[in-house]
């Protein structure tokens, strides 16, 4: 095997994609993670598949969100995600979504793959493996547990 299978962003095989959908109460949305989001781009640790928003108005109905300068503060210009969009996220998605959502508040929808994880995923195919489960602990789980073994020491 050479080296470069082992480096990231050194494969054509697809790495894991994985789905968030972050909601923001009051439609409070301040830009603030999309300059993070924007360096995991840029330095090859993930690739926007898709990215959308949705808004559910104070009658149920969702409208969507265009992409562009969200907290108008012009600092960060979203059109650099404009477009994003592969096909795996439709409108059914973008609704599903939306009916989490408390009347007022918006949502991001987020669809990305793990560049970062893309040699090893492949490695994993080649050698027959077959992924039977995944899933994510919730950070608020994690300081719990911590703050629980802090407690008992």
């Known amino acids: ?5 082992n480096e990231p962003g050194e494969t054509d095989e697809p790495g894991p994609i994985d789905y968030v959908i972050v909601e923001f109460p009051g439609s409070r949305l301040t830009g603030e993670g999309m300059p993070i989001l924007v360096d ?35 600092k960060l210009d979203l059109t650099l ?11 059914e998605d973008v609704s599903n979504a939306g009916g989490l959502l408390n009347p007022g508040d918006s949502a991001a929808i987020l669809v990305y793959e793990n560049l970062w ?22 950070v608020q789980d994690v300081v719990d547990a911590l703050d629980a073994l802090e407690t008992e020491a």
């Open 1 to 5: 095997m050479s080296s470069a299978a």
């Open 40 to 74: 995991l781009v840029e330095r090859g640790i993930i690739r926007i598949l898709d990215l959308s928003f949705v808004h559910k108005e104070e009658d149920g109905s969702l409208s969507g969100m265009e992409l562009a300068d969200i907290d108008g503060d012009g």
């Open 81 to 91: 995600f404009e477009g994003a969009a592969s096909g795996l996220l439709d409108q």
């Open 117 to 138: 994880a893309a040699p090893f995923a492949a490695a994993m195919r080649r050698a027959g493996a077959r992924l039977i489960a995944s899933g994510r602990i919730p």
